[in-house]
């Protein structure tokens, strides 16, 4: 069974599937979601170097990671190839985000969440973000925004504008909009300096200890989403948890220990969609590293 979507050259196969049992929401749904969303969601994947998570069976079934394009996808989708650092595979071409067709298309093969890179694929890789990805490891996402909130004074200190959102699942994920300068090498460097420094200062709260048995209940702070090729679920992503959560961009004012990061999901995000836009400032507000940079050694 398949229907064609509103977008006629993608058919969506088998949309009466149920993704999410205990809500009963099918793939037709997500479909659904992810072209009505598409215009909020565009900024953050144009022309991103996308990491595939597929989950052909949604809640019910295993999921995988791929980054080589399918041949199955559209005639068209754009790609970006770029060179293994290491594995038996000498480059990789991935798929490049930014148009609905590739957005239906890649959910229709079963990708509920949308995971992207921090650099277009036209810099590549110069990151035009920064990402703090907020982990608590209690599952608390009170603890995740106490986090928050600290590495936000340090960020304000540092003098660099920050925007939160909701991963989608139980942390918190923390962005700097930067302009196109540094390389990603540079950026993992900056964002890994700014957590130890925290995680220094909060040892009781926060960590950035690699070992999980090691964490303890402490909240991870993980900067490792800014190497090259690593990927974070974008904003406005769907996630495959219980209540199909959707990974929400906040007003700082919203980031309270009483937020439950499921109150946003499939069943209820058209409602928030009617709200002003949280991060609408977040691509005009790009700022450089570089007095950043300086100002964290004397931190």
Known sequence: ???????????????????WPADGYTKGELVEFYRKLF???????????????RCPDGMKGQCFYQKEKPESLPAGTPT??????????????YVVGGRLETQIAL?????????????????????????????????????????????KGLLDDLQLRSFAKTSGSRGLHVFVPILVEPTADVVLHFA????????EKYPKQLTVEHSIAARGNRV?????????????????????K????????????????????????????????????????FFASR????????RLKRV
Not at 2 to 16: A, M
Not at 287 to 294: D, V
Request: one cysteine or more.
């Open 1 to 19: 069974m398949g229907k064609r979507t509103k977008n006629e050259s993608v058919k969506v196969t088998h949309p009466e599937k149920i993704y």
């Open 39 to 53: 215009p909020l969601l565009r900024p953050y994947v144009e022309d991103r170097i996308l990491t595939m998570e």
């Open 80 to 93: 970006k190839r770029v060179m293994n650092a290491s594995g038996p595979r000498k480059s990789t071409n």
């Open 107 to 151: 959910t229709n093969l079963g990708c509920i969440p949308v995971h992207v890179c921090a650099s277009r694929a036209k810099h590549f890789p110069k990151p035009d973000w920064v990402c703090f990805d907020l982990d608590p490891q209690s599952g608390k996402f009170a603890e995740a925004a106490n986090a928050g909130w600290l590495l």
């Open 192 to 199: 890994g300096t700014v957590v130890a420094k925290l995680a």
């Open 220 to 240: 991870y702070l993980d900067a490792f989403r800014n190497g090259a090729v690593q990927t974070v679920v974008s904003p406005y992503s769907v996630r495959r």
């Open 242 to 281: 219980a209540k199909a959560p959707i990974s929400t961009p906040l007003d700082w004012s919203e980031v309270k220990a009483t937020l439950d990061p499921a109150s946003f999901n499939l069943g209820n995000f058209t409602e928030r969609m009617k709200r002003r836009d949280p991060w609408k400032e």
């Open 287 to 294: 700022q450089s590293l570089r007095g950043a940079i300086e």
